[in-house]
């Protein structure tokens, strides 16, 4: 039975990562049914040529101290989606225990090493608000 709920936990996961990407695409505007262009959207003349190229910054930010920033938030939702990934993993563990000793104990320490890894992420990240703070103040 153990290995049942194993094999379905991991379908899940995988079902899940694999999903993901395709729902959270799903929810952008655009396509379907768009209005025509204003004037009727007749035969109109193309648009003039450009007559310069214009380069445009594909960041959104303007400094490096920005870039480092926008970095830093992507590490740390990565980092929350994971660690909320362990606590439900210390959870499953927990579950499949079924009272054996062994099996309890390696729960009790993944959980403890998953709160421990989101209590460090978050506290970087307020150490690191705190920094940015008193640069800022400066």
Do not use: H
Not at 29 to 42: A, K, L, V
């Amino acid at each position: 039975m153990t290995e049942n709920c194993r094999k379905l936990f991991w379908a899940l996961v995988l079902f899940v990562i694999a999903w993901t990407p395709r729902l959270v695409s799903a929810q952008r505007g655009g396509g379907g049914n768009t209005p025509p262009p204003p004037g009727g959207g007749g035969n109109a003349p193309p648009p003039p040529a450009p007559t310069a190229v214009k380069l445009t910054n594909p960041l959104k930010a303007e400094s490096l101290a920005g870039f480092i920033e926008q970095v830093l938030i992507i590490v740390r939702d990565i980092g929350f989606l994971v660690a909320v990934f362990f606590i439900v993993y210390a959870g499953f563990l927990f579950v499949t225990a079924r009272g054996d000793e062994t099996q309890l104990t390696k729960a009790k320490g993944a959980f403890l090493w998953a709160v421990v890894g989101t209590a460090v992420l978050l506290g970087a990240w307020i150490f690191a608000k705190a920094i940015q703070g008193t640069v800022n103040a400066l």
